[in-house]
C-alpha cells in the first residue's frame, strides 16, 4: 500500500466507524473493497491488518451496539471475509474470535440490521470470500452458518437468495476438493459432513411439495454442475438423479425451467455426459413430459449438445419442429413436407391442444422460430436438415400472418385468425427466411418466398419493423440466388423479383414514416453495392424512379433519411447510376452538383448522422478515384478538411483523419504493414524527392488539420492523428533535406504555436507550411509520448485510491461544513 | 321489445325500437349506393357522356335506349340519380316517438321519414352533428339541383323489363321504391325538428325510458345512444372509434352491464389498417406530383378529410411537395373547414388544448393562412382564374356520379399522369369509376375506415359484458370474398342475434322488474319487522296510481265516518277495507317438534305421512288430520270447532306474526 494511503486510511476508518457520519454514496465503498481485494490478492492480509490496525479497529467497533449504518456494517462483513481468505490471517482473527463475532449468532445475525438486505447480502459475500480453506469450513460448521444459508435460499431479497445459492454451491466444492479428489470412488455416505448435510438438504428439498423449494434444489445443482466438472459430481449425480426423474411424474412438472436449466448443465458437463448414468434416457423422458412451450429451450439445449446420441436429437428435433409441423398440417401442405418434418412419425399434435390461444400461439411460433434460427448456423444442427419443410412452413406463417393463405380446414382458419396482423411473428418468422437464404430449396418453393416477401414490401399494412425484416430478408435472398453461369449478371428468376421490387421502391422512399424510407434506402445502398456493376440491375434502376427519389432525399426533414440518402447517393454516384440528362453544354454539370451538395451538407446539416455519412462517402470516393475527386483531388481534400476539422462531431474530425490518410497513402504510397512482426519489403522509393511529394500535403494543409486534430479535445480524433503523424514521421525518416539556417526561426514560431494550441488556444492558424518546416517539427515533436499519454484512460488519475480516500473524506468533510452552517 | 329493421346496409343503419311504451327510431341512414346505377351528372356538357350509344335487349328491340346508356360494357340508367330509401312499409312511422341520430352520415334519410311519412316527433341529435349533416344535405341538393335533369327514367322499374335487364341493374332491390334527392325546403323542414343534446345529457321519454348520447370516437359530434328505464337497458353503438383523430375519444365505460347491446356501423374494409392506408395515400400521392400529374381525392366535405389534411401539413414538407396547391371544391367547403374549428368541446383532449393558447384546432387554418390550401364553392368562378397543375384537388361527390368530381374525372381521365385515389370507403371504386372507362388516369384505393374493427369490436364486448348483442347480418359471418378468414366475424357468447332488412327481432329479455314510488306519509306508516337479519316485512294497504308511466302508492282515502244513519253503502262504493287486518304469518312448521307438542298436550297415536308437498299428521284417536304444505296448512276435523281452534293455537305457535 502506498504510503500516502496508509496516512489515509485511519481517518477513513474513523469516518466509517461513526454513525454521525453516513457514508452518501456505497459505490465507493464497493471501489474500497476493489481497492482491498487487488492489495490482498497480491500480498499478504496478516501484514496488511498489521500494518494497519485501524482496519482491525474498524471491524471490532462495528460489532458494538449503535446505530452503524447497513452500508458500513455489509462492508466490513465483506471485509473481514476477504481478509480472512489467507489461512494465516484467519487464525489471527479467530484469535481475537472477532469471526464468531461477525458471522456467528451473536452478530448482526441476530439483531435488528439482519432485516436490511444489504447486510444479509455482505453476510453471505464475506462468508463467500472466507470459505477457502478447511479451517474456514471448520468454522462454518461451528457457528451453524450452513443452515442460515439454507433459510437464505428463501429469502425475500432475489440478489440475497441467488448468493445463497452459489455459496451453498462454493461450500459443497470446498469440502469435497480434498476429501473426494484423493478418492474419486468415495460414495456420498463417506462425504464430510459438511457436503452430506447439503445434499441431504437438497435431497429434502426435491422431495417437498412446495416449488420454490424444488426451484431452489435445482437451482443450486445446475450451478454445482456447470461450474464443477471433478468426479464427485458424477457420484452425486447418480445419487440425486432418481429424485429428479420423480419430478417428472409430477402433472404438471414442477419447476420446468429450472428442471431444463439442470439437465442442460448435466448434460454439458464432460464428467456426466460422458458416462451412463441414465442421463440420456432422463432428458428423453423429460422431453415428452414437458409441455411445449417448456420442452422448446430443452430441445434446443439438446440440439446444441456436441455428443448426444442420434435418437435423442431426433426426439429434440421433432419436439423443436412441432409448432411448425402443427402449421403445416393445419393449412393442409403437401404430405410429403409434412413427412420431413414430423421425425418422430408419432401421435401428431393438432392445433387446438399445441397452440391453443393467441398468445400461447404467438409465444411459441415465435420462441420456435428463434431457436429454429440460433440452430441453422451451427456444426452440430441436425442433418439432413428439412430446408424445404421449413422454407414451406415460414412462407406459410407469413402468408397467414399477412391474411393471404386461404386454410381450408377449421384448424388453419383458427391459426389465421389468431396470426392475421401479428407483428411479433412477422417479424420472426422474416428473420427465420432470411437465415434459411444461406440453404438452397427447390424452385417452386424460393419462388413462392420471393412472392411472399414482395406481398411484404408491398402491403400498406407492414409495420415499419417487419418491412424492414422484409428488405433484409429480400437482399439476403437475392445475394443467395445463384448467379447464372459464364455471365455476370443476376439469375433470371431474381431478375424478374427486381423488375416487380423497383416499383415499389419508389412509394416506401415516399412514405410519411421516416423509418420506411430509411430502410428503403438501406436496401437501396446494399443492392447498389452488390449488383451495381451487373447489367440487367443497372437497366432496371435506371428505368425507375429510385435515382431521382434518393436525390430529393437528401434535403429530407429526418436526419437519418438525410444520412442514408447520402450514403445511397454516394454508391449510385460511384457506380455510374446517377440520372444525368445527356445535355451537351453542361457535360457531368449535374454530377459536379452532387459534390457541391454533398459538401453543403457537410457545412451546414445541424445533425451528425448526414455529416458523418458524406465524410464516409467522400473517403471512399477518394479512395475508388471517383471521377469528380480525380479530377482536382487537391483541392478537394483541402475543402474536405477545412469543413472537418471545424465540425462539432468528433466522429466527423474523426473520419477527415481517415481522408486524409488515405490521400497521404496515395501522396507518399502505401504504409507498411500495421503488424510490426509482419516482413516487410524495403519502402519503395518515394517517386519523386519526399519533399516535393509532401508539397501536395501542404497545399491542402493536411498538416494543420492533424496538428489541430493532435490536441483535439476527443481522445480518439488525438489517437488518430498521432497514428497519422508518426507514420508520416516514419515515411520521412530518410529525409536529409537541406535543414537550412533560414528555416530554424519558422520551426520555432511552429512550434511555439502548437504549444498555445496544446494549451487550448487554437485561435491562431498555421498557415502555409513549408515540407521541411513539417519535417523538423515532427522530429522535435515527442509524438510517441503523447501516444502513450493519449493510450492511458481519462479517468487514470481519478480512479487512483488514493483519490478515492481522498474523495471519501472530503465528501465526509463537506457534509460536515453543511452541518456547521446550518448553526 | 322488439326492433324492426328498415335498412340492409350495415354502416347506414335505421331501426325501430319498441321498448315499454316507447316507438324509438335509431339512426335513418340513407343508401346511396343506388346512385352508381345512373350516369354521372356533368358539370360542364361532356360531348362524351352525351354521345354514349343506347342499350337495346338482345333482340334488337331498342324501346329503353333513351333511359338506358352503355358505357364499356356497362349499363346505365339516364336520369337523376335515385336513392334506396329505408323500408317504410314494415311499420308506420307516424308513430315514431323520437329519432336518435348517431353521426352526420346516418341522418341523410332524415327529410324523407319526417316530411312524408306523418312523423310528429323530436329527433334528437349532437349541435356537430346537426351542422355538419346540413352540410352534407346541401352538398348533395345543390350538386343535384344544379345540374338540372329534364328526363326522368321509370320504365326500365318495371318489374317485367328490370328481369331482362344486364346485372346489376336486374339485381336491384325495392327499384320501385328508390325515390329523387329531397329538396332545401324539407331539408331545413326535418332539421327544425331536431332538439340539441349534448354527450352524458339524460333525456326523459314520457317518462318511460331515459336516453343518453355517449361519445363515440367516430366523428365530430358522433354518439352512441344508452336507452334505459329503472331495470332495463339498451345500449345502441353505432359508427365508433378507438383510434386517435379528431374527435373526443369514444366512451366505453358507460355501455357495461347492457342487457342488450345493438351493435352497427363497423368499419367496412376490416382488412385495411388506416394507418397503411394514409401512409399510402401520401406516398401515391407524392408520386403523382413529382412526376408532374394531378391527384384527384373524391371525398365528403367533412370527417376524413380533416384527418388527411392535418397528414398532409406534417407530410409535404418532408416530401419537397410546400410548392403543390391543394384544391378543395365543395358548395360548403368555408363552412365544413370552419365549422371544424370551433367545436372544441367535441374534439380530442389535444385539439381542446390548443383552443386555450390560443390556436385552431385543426392545422388546415395554417394551410389556408400560407395559401397551400385553397378552398371554393364549385369550379366556376374563382377557382378557373387560380387553377394550377400539377395538383392536388378535394371534391366530392365519392359515388363520382355528381358533383364537381365528375367535371376532374373527364378532365384528368385521359392522362396516365394524374391519379384518382379513393379515400372514402362507402362506395366500390370499381362501380364508381365504371361509367368513365376506358380510363388511363392511375387508380389507387385507400378506403380510410376509422370505425371499429373486429378485433376492437371483441375486446370491447369483453369489457362492457353486454347480455345480448343484435347485430346485421353481415357481421355473423366472414365476408364472402374472404370465406376463410374467421377473424373477420364477431365472436361472442351467446352468439349475435342477426337482422337483415324488412326483419322484426323479438329480442330475447324479459321484463320483470317496475319502480313504484312510495308517498312519504304512506311510508311513514309502515311497521316493519325484522323477519331474518337485514330483510323486514311490513304489510301496506294503499291506492296505487299510474301516471305518466310514473306508478306511486298513495295513501287509501280516509273511511269516511259513518254518520248518523247506518245504512249500509253500495258494494260498488265500498271503500278499500279497512278493518282491523288478521296477522300475517310466516315461517314453516318442524313436523318432529309439532308431533311433539301435540303429544305433550295430550293427543296420542300420531301418525306421520309424508306426502310430495309436505306432511300429513293423522291424529287416529281424534279422526283428525292436519295436513302441512308450504304454503298452507289444513286442519280437517269432523265438526269439532273446539278441537280446531286448540290445534290451530299448537300449530300458530310454530309460525311468527306481524
Redesign the interface.
Known sequence: MDPECSQLLPALCSVLADPRQPVADDTCLEKLLDWFKTITEAGSSLLLLQENPCLLGLLCHVLKPQDLSPRVLAFSLRLAGMLAAQEDCFQYLQQGELLPRLFGEAGPLGGAAWTAPSVRSGWIQGLRSLARHPSALCFLADCGAVDTIFSLQGDSSLFVASAAGQLLVHILGLSLQGAAEGHPGLQTGDWPVCAQKIVSHIEESLRSAATPQITQALNVLTTTFGHCHNPWTQVLWVRLSPLVACLLEKDPVPAAHSLVDLLLSVARSSVLSSSSCGLWETLAQTLSHLSPTQAGPLALGILKLQECPQALRAQAFAVLLQPLTCVLEATAQAPGLLDSLDGTGGASVTVDTLLPSKAACVGLLCRTLAHLELLQPLPQRPSPWPQAPLLGATVTILRLCSGLATPTSDAGGHLCAFLVGCVRVQRAALDFLGTLSQGTGPRELVTRVFAVLLEYLTSPDSSPTVLKKAFQATFRWLQSSPETPGCSDLDPHAQLFLRELLPVLPKRLCSPCWEVRDSGLEFLTQMIGHWGGQAGFRRALLASEVPELTEQLLRDPESYVRASAVAAMGQLSSQGLRVTPASPEHPGGRQKSLLAELLRILSTDSEGFPRRAVMHVFTQWLRDGHADVAGDTERFVARVLQVASQDLDWEVRAQGLELALVFLEQTLGRPSSHCPYAVTPPVAAPPSPLAQALRPLCRVQLFEFAFRALFDCDRPVAQKSCDLLLFLRAQTASYSGPQGSGSVPEVASVEAALQRWQAGDQGQPLGYLEPEVVVAVLRSMDLEGLRGVLAESSDRVEKSPQSLLQDMLATVGALGEDEADCY | MKLYCLSGHPTLPCNVLKFKSTTIMLDCGLDMTSTLNFLPLPLVQSPRLSNLPGWSLKDGNAFLDKELKECSGHVFVDSVPEFCLPETELIDLSTVDVILISNYHCMMALPYITEHTGFTGTVYATEPTVQIGRLLMEELVNFIERVPKAQSASLWKNKDIQRLLPSPLKDAVEVSTWRRCYTMQEVNSALSKIQLVGYSQKIELFGAVQVTPLSSGYALGSSNWIIQSHYEKVSYVSGSSLLTTHPQPMDQASLKNSDVLVLTGLTQIP???PD?????F???L??TV??GGNVLVPCYPSGVIYDLLE?LY??I????LSNIPFYFISPVANSSLEFSQIFAEWLCHNKQTKVYLPEPPFPHAELIQTNKLKHYPSLHGDFSSDFRQPCVVFTGHPSLRFGDVVHFMELWGKSSLNTVIFTEPDFSYLEALAPYQPLAMKCIY?PIDTRLNF?QVSKLLKEVQPLHVVCPEQYTQPPPA?S????LMIDCQPPAMSYRRAEVLALPFKRRYEKIEIMPELADSLVPMEIKPGISLATVSAVLHTKDNKHVLQPPPRPTQPTGGKKRKRASDDIPDCKVLKPLLSGSIPVEQFVQALEKHGFSDIKVEDTAKGHIVLLQEAETLIQIEEDSTHIICDNDEMLRVRLRDLVLKFLQKF
Open positions: 382488412t385495411a389498417n397503411g392506408m394514409v401512409g399510402e401520401c406516398s401515391n407524392a408520386l413529382r412526376n397528414c406534417q407530410y414538407d418532408s416530401a419537397g385507400c378485433i374472404q376463410h378468414r374467421m377473424d
